[in-house]
């Protein structure tokens, strides 16, 4: 009941995630990023203890594969979960547990990955990732919303979505973009109202933390690249 998207841009080297389910929390719970090392996700039965692993053995010099593959070696319920990973340069593994509840998506393309349980159908999952990448060119955090747009456009989970969130990393230890809904009626509708209000003021709290002094210049107002 989780469906859900992690990607690297090429451009800008950003990582991040989309995530949408019909349970609560689950920005807090699924997305994990970390600029310049990867993102990943991890979901169905989920162990939130799993994506900070992930990247851990990314910052340790492992390639997606083998993070994927260190996380699920060491996992007992591994049957349980579903993980993605996107490394630094653009490598991506997964894995779905054989106890993940079907239909699920398990897709891995340039970049990005898409993951999915207890869907609405076997559509949702390619309408992700089609969205995404006939987007390239756009903002990542953008890319992410679309992707996961289309992904409840094309039917989404049997149950209606009542949390979603949207996770960018870049350079800095805290986060470019991290926006989450809750308990919401309909969050994917929120979560891109919170991203367009947000969208144009990114560079100024970004700003706010590294260069105070700066924070009130205009040109710092505007889309990100």
């Known amino acids: 009941m989780t469906f ?10 950003q990582l991040g995630a989309a995530v949408a389910t019909s349970d609560i929390a689950v920005g807090s719970r699924v997305p994990h990023a970390r600029a310049g090392v990867g993102v990943a996700l991890t979901q169905h039965r989920t162990d939130p203890r799993l994506g900070p692993r992930a990247l851990d053995l990314l910052a340790s010099g492992c ?42 998506a398990e897709i891995q ?9 207890v869907l609405a159908s076997g559509e949702v999952g390619p309408a992700i990732l089609a969205a995404f990448l006939s987007s390239d060119g756009v903002q990542l955090a953008e890319r992410l919303m679309r992707a996961l747009e289309a992904g409840l456009f094309a039917g989404g989970e049997p149950s209606p979505p009542r949390s979603a969130a ?10 470019l973009v991290d926006l989450r809904v809750d308990l919401d009626e309909r969050p994917l509708d929120r979560l891109r109202e919170l991203w367009d209000c947000y969208r144009p003021h990114v560079r100024v709290f970004a700003a706010r933390a590294l260069d105070p002094d700066t924070a009130d210049a205009p040109e710092l107002i505007g889309e990100l690249p």
């Open 4 to 13: 859900s998207v992690a990607a690297r841009c090429r451009r800008t080297g």
């Open 63 to 104: 390639a997606a594969a083998g993070a994927v593959d260190g996380v699920i070696a060491s996992t007992e319920d591994r049957g349980w979960r579903q993980l993605a990973v996107v490394d630094a340069s653009g490598g991506v593994a997964t894995f779905s547990g054989d106890r993940v509840e079907p239909p699920f």
């Open 109 to 117: 393309d340039d970049g990005v990955a898409v993951l999915g349980n």
């Open 166 to 175: 949207l996770l960018v990393v870049e350079e800095q230890p805290f986060p």
